[in-house]
């Protein structure tokens, strides 16, 4: 049964060539418990509620040294239709990313699955809004392609540069944090803001600067 082997298949990656036992003492306590869950709200009453009777069942037995497999859980939402309704093909809505990875390349797709909306509330699959998220990939390659063409930056200091360079550490802080906490569209679009601002200063002097090539 799927719920059998799905309930303990995390305890077996942490030593999955261990042809004596099913996991060794040694890898179990320097890798579990799991640090992070994440997934569906229906897992609440599926997946975790079994792998949590199997995990105490084997503390009990003295196989493990924790009886909680999981330290922390987040539930990530659900992609729609682009009509807001949940994808079936009863309905006709179904959306498969093949063309669209064709047309704009995988990693459009990566950012506006991360940015249609909070991760545990999830979004709809709109196509139209792919064109916005490949361009702006598209003006931040430029900006990397220019300074890797140009080469080591200025060690001058102005006013601009500057605050190129509280951008650069505003920005850095805003995406650790945002992707620490499962903020991925509030990531991005920190990431936006920055690159606007440095595609407005791309060929003015500053972008001869180490602040703005760093």
């Not at 190129?164 to 945002?178: S, W």
Request: aromatic content about 14%; charged content about 25%.
């Amino acid at each position: 049964d799927t719920f059998i082997c799905s309930s303990w298949y995390f305890l077996r990656y942490v030593d999955p060539h261990n042809s004596e036992q099913a996991w060794s003492t040694e890898e179990m306590k320097r890798w579990l418990p799991v640090d992070q869950y994440v997934g569906g709200v229906e897992h609440a009453i599926l997946h975790l509620l079994y792998a949590r009777f199997f995990v105490k069942a084997l503390h009990d037995m003295g196989y493990l040294d924790f009886d909680e497999p999981f330290m922390r859980l987040f539930h990530q939402g659900m992609v729609l239709g682009s009509d807001g309704q949940k994808m079936s093909k009863s309905r006709g809505n179904v959306e498969s990313p093949d063309k669209y990875v064709a047309k704009y390349g995988a990693d459009t797709i990566r950012c506006y699955m991360m940015f249609i909306g909070p991760f545990d509330a999830g979004g709809s699959f709109r196509p139209d809004n792919l064109e916005g998220v490949w361009r702006f990939l598209n003006r931040f390659w430029s900006v990397i392609n220019d300074n890797w063409i140009a080469g080591k930056g200025s060690d001058k200091e102005t006013s601009e540069s500057k605050a190129i360079e509280r951008l650069r550490h505003k920005t850095i802080k805003r995406v650790t944090e945002d992707l620490s906490n499962f903020r991925f569209n509030t990531a991005l679009a920190a990431l936006m803001e920055c690159n606007n601002v440095l595609v407005k200063h791309q060929h003015e002097p500053v972008a001869q600067t180490s602040a703005y090539r760093m």
